[in-house]
Each structure stands twice: as C-alpha cells, then as structure tokens.
C-alpha cells in the first residue's frame, strides 16, 4: 500500500473511533423502563399509571423535541411489562429491563408493596427507581439511595380534611376513625389520629376492617352507636364504595364523611349517584385543580409539562379510549416530568448524579408542586381534598385551589 | 346497648345469611353429585354480579330480571365446562378437577377484565328502607333473601317432585344402578353441573341486591373462602345443608363481631374472620358430615 | 432394587439444578430470572414430597411459607442490634423452619384425619384462619407488616445486606430445592415411600395390612411443611427484606405449586424442576410478549394440559421410556 493512502485510511479509521466513542456517549433514545402491573389487584392503577406515563412521554418528545443533555435533544422511549400484582415477577421483570432492554431509569410498580419488592434489585444495579404509586413512610428509612417519590406520604392524607374542618366547625368534636386495615389504611389513620389529637378531636371510635370486606354493617353499627358528628376512613375503590353504601343503607347521618383513594374517583358517583352527596375525600391530583403557568410564575417556580387540558387529550390518545385520567395517571406523569428536569439539571443519564440533581429542585406542574428531602420522601406536593355536590367534584381544599365551597353539613342520606 | 347491637347484627346475619347460603347451593350440588371442588366459584358470582349490573346498566331493569338471565348465562357456561373438560376429569385425580375449575375462574375474571376493564362497577337500586328500631332494612336486601328462600324451595321441588330431579338423586345414590335403570348418567352429571353453575351466577345477581357497589373482575375471590366455610358447616354435599350452613355463618359471623369488640386490642372485624375458620376446623373434627344429620 | 443404584433418579435432578444455576451464573443480567425459576422448583419440589406422594392436596401450604418469612423477619428485625452479623440468617432459618414444624403439627393434628376435599378445605381453614389471627390480634404488628431493610444492613452491613438480598438468597433456595430433591428420593425408595404408596392407592386397605399410614403421613407432612418454611424465610425474606401477612398468606402460591407439580406430573421425582421451568419460562414470556393478557392465554392451556396429560410431562415421559436404558435414571 502506498504510504499516503495508508496514513490517509488510518487518520479515516482514527476519525471514526473518535466520531463513534463521542456519539456512543449520547444514546439515540432515554429509556424508561417499567415493570408495572397490568392484572391482578393492581391492574387498574397500573393501567392508569402507564397512560400517564405514555401521554407525558409524547408531549416531552414532541412539545419539548426531547430531553436536554449536552447540546442535543434527546426523545424518550418506554418500555413495559406486566408483573401482575406479583412480588416475584417484579425482580425478574425489573433486570430484564435494566440488562437485557438496557433502561435508563426505572418506574416503580404501583403500590407499597410492589414498590418495595423491586428495591433491592435497583439498588444493586444503582439504577434510578421512582415510586410513583408506593405511599408508605418506611421505604423511605431502610436506607435506600436511589428511590425519589412522587406520591406524597400516607400519614398527610386526612391532615388537611381535618384542617379544614376545624376551621368550618370546631364546635363539632366527635370523631369516629374507620380504616382498612392494611399498610396504607394504617398510615393514614395514625396521621389522622396524631393530628385529630393536636386539634382537639374526640376519638369515639376506631376500628379497622380486613381488606377483602364484603359487608360492613357490624362495624358501622357500632359506628353508629358512637353518634360521631365527622367519620374518616376507607382505604381504596371496592370498600369505599361499600362503605358508603351501608352508610346509607344504615341510615348514618354525620356532619362529614370522608373518604381515602375512593371517592375522587369517577366510579365512585356513577356507582353511587345520590348517596355519594357531600361525600369528600383527600387526592393528590383531581381534573379541576387549578395549577397553571401562571401560578407557578407568581410562586416564583419553574414550570413543565402539559398543561391539565393538555394532559387529558394525550391520555386519552395513549390509552385509546375515553377514559378519564385519574390521580395514578398524574403522579406517574408527574415523576416523569421530574426525572426529565432531574437529567436536565445534572446534564447527564448517570443516576447518582440525577438523583443528586433532584434533591436539589423544586417545581410545578399540573400535578402540582414537587420538591423531595434527603431521603427521596416527597415534602413538596399537597394534597386537595374535593366533595362531590351533585355529580360535580368540586376541589374545597386547600381555600387558594377551591373550585368551590365546601358544603357542609354534609346533605343527609334519604 | 351491646344487646341492641347484637340484636341488630344477628338479624341482618340472618338476612345476609339466605344470600350467602344459597350462594353456596351450587357449590354443594356440584359436589354432592359430582365430587368436583369448584374452586372457581367466586368467578361464577362476579359473572352474577356483572350480568345485575349490565342489565340494570344498559337495559335499565332492575335486578330481578337479571336473576333467570343469569342462569341461563349459568347453565350455558356450566355446560360448556362440563363437555369441553371437566367430563374427561372425572376418574382421574381430584387434583386436576380442581386445578380445572380454577383454570376456568381465572378465564372468566380475564374476559370480563376484557370486557368491562379492572374498573370497579356499581349502581343504585333504592328501593327505600325499613327502620325497625335496632336496625334498619333495606328493602333491596328483603328482597334478596326472599330470592334466595324461593330459589332454595324451587330446587326442593325440583329434586323431589320431577322425574328430572330425582333421576339427579339417583345418581348420587348408585351410579351403576341409576345406568341400569336406564338413567343416562353422562348427561345428569353435564346438568348438576350446570344446574350448580347456574345458581351460582344467579346467587351473583342476588348478592348486588343486597350490596350494589365493588364488583369487579377480582371480587370473587372472598366468596369462594367464605362458600367453602358454609359448604362445610352445611356438610359438603348437601345443597339444603348450604343454605341453612350459610344462615348459621351469617350469625356467627355478625355476632361474634360484638363479643370481639368488647375486647381491647383486638380488631374486631378479622377476629370474627379467625373465628369462622375456626368454626370450620372444629366442624371438620367433630362432625366432618355438617350440622345437619345426613341428607 | 439395591445399593446406590436406586439413587440414580436423583442425578439428572441435581444436573438440571446445576446447569440452571450455571446459567444464572455465566449470563449477565439472568440471574433474577434463574432466582424465580428456581424458586417455582423449590417450591413444587417441597409441594410435592408430601402431596405427590400421599395424593393429599394441601390447599393451605403458603401458610407454612408465610410463617417460615415471618420466622426470618424476626430475627433480623429483632437482632439487628445484637451484633452477630450473619449470625441472624442462621438464627432466622432455624427459626422458620421451627414455626413452620409447630404449625404442621397443629394443622396436621386436626387435618390429616380428613380425607380428599375435606382435607383440602380443612388446611385452607387454616391458612386463612391464621392469617386473620395475625391481622385481627396484631401478631407481629399486624397487617402493617415487618419492613427489615434497613435492620439487616445494620446487622451485617451495607455490602453483604445488598449480595444476600440480590444473590446468595437465591443461592439458599437452590439448597432448599436441592434438599428436598434429596429428600423426596430418600423417602421415595424407602419404608415410607412403600407405605404412602400403599396409601395412595387404597388408603383403607393400606390401614388393614397394618402399615401404620398415619406416622407415615405426619412424617411426610412435616418434611414438607419445614422446606416451605426455609423457602418463605429465604426467598421472601432474606430476598424481598418485607413481610406483609397479606401477601405471604395469598392463596394463589399454593395454586401456583399445584400448577406446578401437575405440569411435571405429581409424584415423580423429575417433575417439579421441570413443571417450575415451563411454568416459569412461560410466565416470563408472556409477561414481555403480551402484558395484560398473560392469564387469558395461560389458563386455557393449563385446561387443555390436564386434560390431555394428566400425569404430566415426566409421567409421560415415564411411560415412554419404560424398558429401555433411561428409565433408571428417571422417577
């Protein structure tokens, strides 16, 4: 070979290594990976959650071009599977996606539970884990380092209910507590409890009921015995429904009735239509709350994503059907939104330094405000709480997002 | 006080108590007859439950119609379980039985998840209400136990006054004879099972009388432990035995949450749970054949 | 048969256990995978010993691997300060495998004298009935569970906490579906194995012959509830670092060991190894492949299965190869 030619082929081939080392730096795609639960008893949280997921996804990608790193834009892929409600799936599931499909970051499965199961794995691989759906204190003291929550705490659930009541009415004392019994139930009632405490409330009554509950009347019986002017419990859809059913069926009549997980979802009323009159609740996110551009400016926060509108269009684009977004959509949207600011922030897809990046922000979106403490707990989100009046939720809580006013006394049951 | 309470809440076990008892008439039948375990048997009632609210739903009837669509839905169903496995099954181990009519519980709650999707369903049937002092009474359940006491009577009459019914009997008494005597036996076993079937979907239909809201594809699963408890305190292969097992359960059930409740430290509501598998284990160790003296 | 020859079945068990844990171990990022298929194998493999060869269907089992996890989670959580390190897994198996033993005796008092769907109904008495009593009296904190991350690092550190909960759990279920391997074959060619076959058979004229059915059956049941326990304390606890009573009392385990041991074929030796691979490999499949409609596709083919194998995959195979040279090595 010629001497020039021979120079000129290795400077090309050198050219390309270098060309190639740099572009292999910078991945075409940011994948999410995302073992969630698609049957069984989580199956519709996790329905909810990945067309949250898929509609926040599109609008980075097409609104934004892509997630920021460097100089260029990169676009996000998802990529999921179903754990079924299963513990064991989701270990298996989750390495998959980080050693087989190569993930960048991972979403938790919905629940406490499920969340927890996945831990140790994405500990291990260092691989960032969000919990989106996994409401329990405890998994943020085991000394996990790359869990970052979106939900906010269970223990916060009933603090604002209470708050607000107080200022309505603190003339009305009588508290009954009535929970599932299960690690969300429990968390909730022992926030409410200290916090009904700090307020002065009566405990006339505290019981919890086993999860699989089909028919609630010995306990509210006894509910009703203790003649509370407020009742707060429940613990998710099947026996909040339940719960107020045999509330009425009972013939119950409080001042306040409020319940965790069930009642701001839209088959709560449709199940219901009268009985669920005046009934409340707590969320995190309800269509209706009033978190816009322009809040956030004034609040001297940064702004991203959709806005609430927005939002719905391209859930119900991803989902494919006509299907109203519920809070496990938003909070799953709205870790996605976080972990986009999160890479952005660090200028990088390592997920130490994204985790580190998101400790240090704090911002709004349609879900709401975020902002975590040390420990990857959510300090930064409130929660609503929202009362059906007639067959519109109406947001009466907190007074600076209402919608409406809070009808009270709570209209009686016929 | 305690006394009106526990007054109250024997009573409405009472009125449960015929609901969950003739929940559990198939679930005897078809063991009686059949020696099949249908462990699938809360799927049956969610298809129950399903059929009451897709009917009250989108035709806007209420639930009594659903209860003859249900059956039929039953029958239909029970017969093609029978003829596309469960008759192959029979001489072979319990095990596969068993496995079967789990296979096909969870074939049910996946189509339905199909169909009407993980969400949970419910509607209002206000009929208005009694108010009796220690307790108040939907009218909707009282009509959900009177069902249950006339569906109980029917299949009474049926076993005992057609020629269908007790052709049934013979089966259960001597196979071998029954065949001799010209009773096609293939065929009694396909309708028992779908006559089980059949009362459980319908049983389904019932149950939203009484409790109209929380059905969806995975709500099943409590039924079938609670109709297992009332199977055997009825004893296991008698459909009458059912109904008055699930009568007794409702009272235990009900009342034993008043005695726990006096008790601190303890959650009442899983305690009256503990109890009546409790219950069960004692029955199953001294009296294996049910409360009742055999049939 | 005499000698060391009747162990022969055993080797292509244990062979297949290897490879599979060579597997986990050669290729990077399978190792989850190999950790629940194993645990599907140990699972029916411990199933098995007792239902397999007395034909009694415990419909309660996940009851012993529940108390098995629970045994494990107080341990760690209740030694973490003592500083015995490792100290507490061992401490916490003994434990497991202890509660697991005291709870078959209290089942069995009352269940073994039950027969067919009696029995059956009988353990799921006492499955759910103990997991009500845990909820209902707060036994060990009640339906909020035990959460013991945090306790086992600080008993054996943050290295070791993250290689046990991510490796050498996983490596302990192996060992326990090793044991009962070993087990069930020592049992198999044994006065026992004779005796529960007997049973199987007529049960009646088993007791008129004399054999004493009852010793044998309490003896099988005991084995088999003990390997459950260690499963529950390895691979809930030690793997998953939580217990919450509804999740490890969940009917849907024993369904899955069911499945499991009929795909293989219940009663041999070779059956739940492969019943755990074919039930574990198509869940997997069909979790990527086709999320949300796993179970439509599944249940189905679990139906066509029994009906058309009824013994299983190793039975079949045990039929075919009847006579030739293979046979010895498979049971």
Known sequence: MKKTTFFALNLLAAFFCVATAFAADLPQKIVIGHPEALSGAQAKAGEQAVGGIKAVIKWVNTVQGGVKVGEKKIPLDYKYYDCESKREAVTSLLERLITVDKVNFIMAPYSSSLTLAGAPVAEKYGILYMDHGGASDKIFTQGFKFIVQTIGLGTRYHVGTLNMLKKKDPASKRLALAYKDDEFGRSVMEGAEAHAKKLGYDIVFKRTYPPTVNDLTPLLSELKASRPDIVLGGGHLA???????????????????????????????????????????????????????????????????????????????????????????AEAGAAVLSLVLGIEKANSLDSGKVRAALGKITFMSFYGAWGIDETGQQVGHDLIDAQWQGDKLVIVWPEEGATGSLLYPKPAFK | MIL???????????????????????????????????????????????????????????????????????????????????RRLLKGPELASLLATFSFGVILEEAVKQLFTSDFRGFNWDLGKIDMGFTVLPYAKVVAC???????????????????????????????????????????????????????????????????????????????????????????????????????????ENG???????????????????????????????????????? | ??????????????????????????????????????????????????MGMTGYVDFGYVAFLGIGTYGMAISISGLADKGLGLGVIVIGLILSVVFAVL????????????????????????????????????????????????????????????????????????????????????????????????????????????????????????TSAALAGALGATAWAVKLTY?????????????????????????????????????????????????????????????????????????????????????????
């Not at chain 2, 009484?210 to 459909?239: D, N, Q, R």
């Not at chain 3, 035990?146 to 050498?168: H, K, N, P």
């Not at chain 3, 069930?184 to 026992?192: A, D, L, Q, S």
């Not at chain 3, 075919?320 to 040279?325: E, F, H, I, N, Q």
Request: with cysteine; aromatic share 14%.
């Open chain 2, 146 to 252: 009177l069902g249950s006491i006339i569906v109980a009577l029917l299949l009474y009459l049926w076993f005992n006054r057609t020629r269908a019914g007790m052709a049934m009997r013979s089966v259960v008494e001597d196979s071998v004879g029954a065949r001799v005597c010209g009773v096609n036996v293939d065929w009694e076993y396909a309708l028992s099972f779908s006559l089980g079937i059949g009362l459980t979907v319908a049983s389904g239909v019932l149950l939203t009388m009484f409790i109209s809201v929380g059905i969806h594809p995975y709500m099943g699963g409590e039924y079938t432990l609670k109709a297992f408890v009332i199977a055997v305190l009825g004893g296991l292969a008698s459909p009458y035995g059912a109904f008055f097992g699930g009568l007794v359960f409702g009272l235990l």
């Open chain 3, 1 to 50: 048969m005499k000698g060391a020859s009747r162990y022969l079945p055993a080797i292509p068990v244990l062979l297949a256990y290897a490879a599979l844990f060579g597997y986990g171990l050669i290729f990077p990022g399978q190792w989850q995978l190999v950790a629940q298929l194993a645990f599907y194998c140990a699972l029916g493999q411990a199933f098995n010993l007792f």
């Open chain 2, 256 to 295: 034993s949450y008043v005695f726990f409740a006096q008790i601190q430290g303890l959650e009442p509501f899983a305690m009256t749970r503990f109890f009546s598998f409790l219950i069960l284990l004692l029955i199953l160790l001294l009296r294996p054949t049910g409360l009742l003296k055999a049939k």
């Open chain 1, 239 to 329: 026996d909040g429904q339940l719960f107020t059913q045999q509330m009425a069926d009972l013939g119950i009549q409080t001042k306040a009735f409020s319940l965790i997980a069930a009642v701001t979802l839209p088959a709560f009323q449709n199940a219901l239509k009268e009985k669920a009159d005046g009934v409340m609740g707590p969320s995190h996110w309800e269509l209706g709350v009033t978190y816009t551009k322009e809040k956030a400016q004034k609040a001297g926060q940064a702004w991203i994503g959709p806005s609430q509108d927005e939002f719905v269009k391209l859930f119900k684009e991803a989902i494919g059907k006509d299907l109203r977004p519920e809070y496990h959509a």
């Open chain 3, 103 to 222: 709870l078959s005796l209290a089942v069995g008092a009352v269940a073994l004298r039950l027969r067919g769907a009696y029995f059956a109904i009988a353990t799921i008495g006492v499955n759910e009935g103990f997991r009500y009593l845990v909820e209902g009296a707060r036994i060990w904190n009640g339906s909020e569970g035990i959460i013991f991350s945090r306790q086992l690092r600080d008993a054996v550190g943050q290295e070791a906490a993250m290689a046990l909960s991510t490796f050498w759990a996983d490596v302990m279920v192996f060992g326990v579906a090793v044991i009962a391997t070993v087990l069930t074959i020592v049992y198999m060619r044994g006065k026992i194995g004779y005796a529960l076959a007997a049973l199987r058979m007529d049960e009646d004229a088993a007791k008129v012959m004399g054999i004493n059915v009852t010793r044998f059956k309490i003896i099988a049941f005991i």
């Open chain 2, 4 to 86: 009106e309470q526990l007054a109250g809440n024997l009573f409405q076990g009472v009125v449960l108590g015929t609901v969950y008892g003739m929940a559990t008439m198939g679930l005897s039948l078809i063991f009686g007859v059949l020696k099949v375990v249908n462990v699938g048997h809360g799927a049956f009632i969610m298809v129950g439950a399903f059929t009451s609210f897709a009917v009250f739903e989108y035709l806007g009837l209420s639930p009594v119609f659903a209860v003859p669509v249900a059956f039929g839905i039953g029958m239909a169903l029970g017969m093609i379980f029978y003829y596309s496995a469960i």
């Open chain 3, 243 to 331: 217990v919450f009573p509804a999740d490890v009392f969940a009917i849907h385990y024993t369904v899955e060991a069911i499945i499991i041991v009929l795909l293989g074929g219940a009663g041999t030796l070779l059956g739940p190894i492969v019943g755990g691979l074919i039930y574990g490999v198509s869940k997997y499949y069909l979790a990527v492949y086709i999320p949300g409609f796993q179970l439509l596709v599944f249940a189905p083919v679990i139906i066509v299965v029994i009906v058309m194998f009824p013994e299983g995959t190793v039975g079949m195979i045990k039929r075919k190869c009847a006579g030739t040279a293979f046979a010895k090595y498979i049971l």
